[in-house]
């Protein structure tokens, strides 16, 4: 018992130390962000900090990992969905419009990065990889269920599908003018119909 309430106890400060890195990053950057910032917002000192993640490249792969756990849930969201359209245009309603301003900054941050930094970039390379297959996965499901058709190349459909998320993200990061709600439907329609949905524009 004792155990649990400790890892429990470690599992919130990790939680605390990334998300308060979240805002850091997003805030000032990954070059321009110091771990003793990172401290301030978290409420911690250095020491304490440093037990958890020795630098900023492990609280990078730290959000990773957090960030690909949550979607595996999201993509497995989807294959239990009573229709797959309606599942789908969940999943693209959280990723495209719900997640907040500092993830879709840290994005656009990590997306930098990749270019200047070899571990980072290979740790974003994994992660693509893993998220690919399960975008693969997911639409597998739906075509043998007869909901899209079963003739798609299912990898370029998801290349396809992943180059919109990154393009919408990094719009909304750069461009404080752009609403993600209002091209949305539009979306779904297209994708509804790449996917052979006959009436795309019902899964808006």
Same mark, same amino acid.
């Given at each position: 018992m004792h155990q649990t309430a400790t890892a429990r106890r470690q599992a919130d400060r990790r939680a605390e130390i990334l998300d308060a890195a979240q805002v850091c990053f997003a805030r000032a950057g990954f070059h321009r962000t110091s771990m003793h910032e990172i401290c301030a917002q978290a409420g911690m000192s250095p020491g304490n900090l440093y037990r958890?993640?020795?630098?900023?490249?492990?609280?990078?792969?730290?959000i990773c990992e957090r960030d690909r756990a949550a979607a595996a849930e999201r993509f497995l969201a989807v294959r239990h969905a009573p229709e797959f359209f309606t599942g789908l245009s969940e999943l693209a309603r959280f990723r495209l419009v719900e997640r907040s301003t500092d993830a879709v900054g840290l994005d656009a941050e990590i997306m930098a990065e990749c270019r200047r930094n070899p571990q980072i970039a290979r740790m974003s390379q994994e992660i693509e990889r893993?998220?690919?297959?399960?975008?693969? *996965?997911?639409?597998?499901? #739906? $075509?043998?269920?007869?909901?899209?058709?079963?003739?798609?190349?299912?990898?370029?459909?998801?290349?396809?599908?992943?180059?919109?998320a990154d393009g919408i993200s990094w719009r909304r990061a750069v461009d404080p003018q752009f609403s993600p709600e209002n091209v949305l439907p539009l979306i779904l329609h297209?994708?509804?119909?790449?996917?052979?949905? *006959?009436?795309?524009?019902? #899964? $808006?």
């Open positions: 958890y993640f020795p630098s900023k490249e492990a609280i990078i792969a730290g893993d998220i690919k297959e399960r975008v693969v *996965e997911m639409l597998r499901h #739906a $075509a043998d269920s007869g909901e899209i058709k079963r003739d798609l190349d299912l990898a370029a459909v998801a290349t396809v599908l992943m180059t919109i297209m994708v509804g119909c790449l996917l052979g949905r *006959e009436h795309g524009k019902d #899964a $808006a």
